[in-house]
Nanobody
Framework: QVQLVESGGGLVQAGGSLRLSCAAS????????MGWLRQAPGKDGEFVAA????????RYADFVNGRFTISRDNIKNTVNLQMSSLKPEDTAVYYC??????????????????WGQGTQVTVSS
């Protein structure tokens, strides 16, 4: 089992920034790729960003368009998502998720196994 605990969500004005963090425990963190997913009210969950096991490769959803940066620290067992130039449409619950493999062979929601409890991000216009 793995435990994932997100933090750093909150309310921010459009154009602002937030940094989300996820602390992992219970499994060898560095063996797995990690990702961030989100779900807005009334919408399906969607992929946001992912990073492979050693941080050498990252992938982002098209809507990110250079605004977010994912990173990880395999010593501290953390993965972060730095978000800038936030838009009201970024409002959602953001989830940290453990990928099913070490590398980013796929970034669809089924490619991710365990999810955290989520942290709310609200962007006001």
């Amino acid at each position: 089992q793995v435990q994932l605990v997100e933090s750093g969500g909150g309310l921010v004005q459009a154009g602002g920034s937030l940094r989300l963090s996820c602390a992992a425990s219970g499994r060898t963190f560095s063996n797995y790729a990690m990702g961030w997913l989100r779900q807005a009210p009334g919408k399906d969950g969607e992929f946001v960003a992912a990073i492979n096991w050693n941080g050498a490769y990252t992938r982002y959803a098209d809507f990110v368009n250079g605004r977010f940066t994912i990173s990880r620290d395999n010593i501290k067992n953390t993965v972060n998502l730095q978000m800038s130039s936030l838009k009201p449409e970024d409002t959602a619950v953001y989830y940290c998720a453990l990928h099913r493999s070490a590398d980013l062979l796929g970034v669809g929601l089924p490619d991710f196994g365990s999810w955290g409890q989520g942290t709310q991000v609200t962007v006001s216009s």
